[in-house]
Every structure is written in C-alpha cells, then in structure tokens.
Nanobody, 125 residues
C-alpha cells in the first residue's frame, strides 16, 4: 500500500520557521520527484516546491523562492519542506506528492502519482 504521511505542521508567527516531513512507503522512493503543494481557502491548489533525486532538478514557485526548500533522505524514504520567514499568506493545507516525472511537470496539480493527506500550516501576523 502506497502511503505519504505529512507531519510537522501547526501554528507559527510571521517570520518563523517550520519543517514539514513526508514519510513514504509502498513504492521506490528514490525514483520519484517529491513535490509539495498547498491549498489556501478560496485559492487554487498550487505546486510550490520540488526536488528530483534522479537528476538533481528542483523547482520553487516565485511565491516561496528563497524561503522554502525541499530536501530528502532517500535512505529513510523521507522528504522535507523547510519553510523559513513564513508569512500570513503561507497559511494553507500542505500536501506531499510523489511523481514519476521531472519537477517542471511534477508541480502541476494533475501530475502526481501519489498524494499525502495534507497538513495545516497557519501563520499569524
């Protein structure tokens, strides 16, 4: 059974940091690009960050560039989203996904093969 389980969300003040974790099982983790999406109330789901181990390619949306980074520990089947300098507009449900394509496609909402259940991040001003 394929599983992606996010953890590490919660509430933080603006300017703070959080690290989301994504524990994967049931598939060959290192073969997949890990992309993070988020869904804020009233907004479309947005692919924000991606890292593909196979070729080292990355993607960061303009909204998070320089603040959020995806990294992974393939030996632990775990990926992370490090989020720094958080802003109130980063408040959303965050999803970990796994996709068998490169990052510039993996961040499109229809692309992922697998999705986590999502985790809430709330940033207060």
């Amino acid at each position: 059974e394929v599983q992606l389980v996010e953890s590490g969300g919660g509430a933080v003040q603006a300017g703070g940091s959080l690290r989301l974790s994504c524990a994967a099982s049931g598939f060959t983790f290192e073969d997949y690009a890990i992309a993070w999406f988020r869904k804020a109330p009233g907004k479309a789901r947005e692919g924000i960050s991606c890292f593909r181990s196979l070729d080292g390619t990355r993607y960061s949306a303009e909204s998070v560039k320089g603040r959020f980074t995806t990294y992974r520990e393939n030996a632990k089947n775990t990926a992370y989203l490090q989020m720094n300098n958080l802003k109130p507009e980063d408040t959303a449900v965050y999803y970990c996904t796994a996709t068998l394509v490169q990052c510039d496609i993996a961040i499109l909402p229809g692309a992922p093969n697998y999705w986590g259940q999502g985790i809430q991040v709330t940033v207060s001003s």
